[in-house]
């Protein structure tokens, strides 16, 4: 009689094959879902709900005092919005123009009636400034919002 061996198991050589195809697909899958640019695309929704919400508060303020824009909206650039009352530490880059160092104050005409708190940035937290930037219209009074630095190459505004 012969003897069999009954042993089982596998071998090296098909445990490192089975985990060169398992790292194959890990790979494959990573660059599918591409997660930094999932969280950018997030990032710039919130943005755009952002801007929405201040031109909302805005228009809503201008309705509840007959048709008057909150104060000191400036016509000739886009200057940054404040978010702690204060309307300082601004001098950042807003659609392509240095603001002021100082920010346009929206706190106190917006909060807490319209907006419970002035949005800010996803990517910026505990600062005073927002990011996103104001300007207003001469010849038909309308208002613009923008997002000052959205990702992917995006350009992020609103215009009522």
């Known amino acids: 009689m012969s003897k069999i061996d009954h042993r089982s198991g596998f071998t090296l050589i ?57 104060a000191d909206i400036p016509s000739t650039t886009t200057i940054q919005i404040g978010r702690d009352g204060t309307g300082v530490n601004c001098a950042i880059s807003c659609n392509g123009v240095t603001t002021p160092t100082t920010c346009l104050d929206l706190h106190a ?37 923008v997002a000052c630095q959205p990702e992917l190459g995006e350009s992020i505004s609103i215009t009522r």
Do not use: K, M
Not at 114 to 142: E, K, Q
């Open 109 to 145: 005409s917006t909060t807490p009636t319209y907006l419970t708190d002035i949005p800010h940035d996803p990517d910026v937290n505990g600062t005073t400034t927002t990011y996103y930037g104001i300007t207003r219209s001469d010849t038909n009074n309308r208002i613009t919002v």
């Open 14 to 70: 098909e445990l490192l094959i089975v985990i060169a195809i398992l790292t194959v697909l890990f790979a494959i899958v990573i660059i599918a879902v591409n997660p930094v640019r999932q969280l950018a695309q997030a990032d710039n929704t919130q943005r755009r709900s952002d801007i929405n919400s201040i031109i909302n508060a805005v228009y809503q303020y201008a309705a509840d005092n007959r048709g008057t824009l909150p």
